[in-house]
Each structure stands twice: as C-alpha cells, then as structure tokens.
C-alpha cells in the first residue's frame, strides 16, 4: 500500500480495502495412465504447450512447479495422485508471487488440461 493511501486510511478518510479471498485458478484432469507415466506426459505437455521452465520435478512426491522465466509472472504447480495403476488425478494451479492479481481463470493452466485430455 502507497504511503499516502495508507496515511488516509489511518486518518479515516479512507476505508481499507478488505483482503481477497479466493481460491487459485486451478482445475482437475484425470488421465488414463499410471503416476510414472502421468508425470512424463505432463512433462511433455508443458514443454510443447506452454514451453515453460520446469523450476521443480520431484518424483517423490509427485510434484511439478514450471513459470515463464519473467518477473511477477504466474507459476503452475502440478501434482499426481495415483488412482489404480491405470489413472492418475492430476491437480493444476496456478500461482503468482504477493502483491499480484490473481485472476479467476489461468490461460495456462487451461491451455495445459486441454493438452492432457485430448492426447490419448
């Protein structure tokens, strides 16, 4: 907040702005492959989709972080959960760093569920 806003606020003259409460933009796929296998194709599909940098690739936990390399710019934070051997559920959302609006809806976080679910 800008030091005159703030000293309006704290005279009364302006009201604060309440915080927003939200959820990230995100958005669920499930794919019809194993956790192993699902990591690789979203590996790809951010690659030739959004031809982001992956920051993160933990196999453990099943976890992906990618961005665009560029100041306050959103990242995508990715993650499996195995259903079976044959499907895994995958959660993508989108991150921005403090002090950003965050948006309702995440052009790459739809660009990259569409990837997922119209290669077989």
């Known amino acids: ?3 005159f806003r703030e000293l309006l ?17 995100h958005r669920d ?5 194993g956790v192993e296998a699902a990591h690789e194709r979203v ?6 989709t959004l031809g982001a940098n992956i920051y993160l690739d ?3 936990t099943h976890t992906i972080e990618a961005g665009f390399g560029t100041i306050n710019q959103e990242r995508l934070r990715i993650s ?11 959660r993508i959302e989108a991150h921005y760093p403090a002090g950003v609006e965050h948006p309702a809806r995440s052009l790459a976080v739809d660009t990259l569920v ?7």
């Open 43 to 48: 590996l790809d599909a951010i690659d030739r």
């Open 1 to 3: 907040m800008s030091f």
């Open 29 to 33: 796929v499930t794919v019809p492959l």
């Open 9 to 25: 606020v704290s005279l009364g003259l302006r009201k604060r702005a309440a915080p927003k409460i939200g959820l990230r933009p």
């Open 58 to 60: 933990d196999r453990i």
């Open 114 to 120: 569409d990837a997922l679910s119209t290669r077989a």
């Open 80 to 90: 499996f959960e195995p259903r079976g051997d044959a499907q895994t559920f995958v």
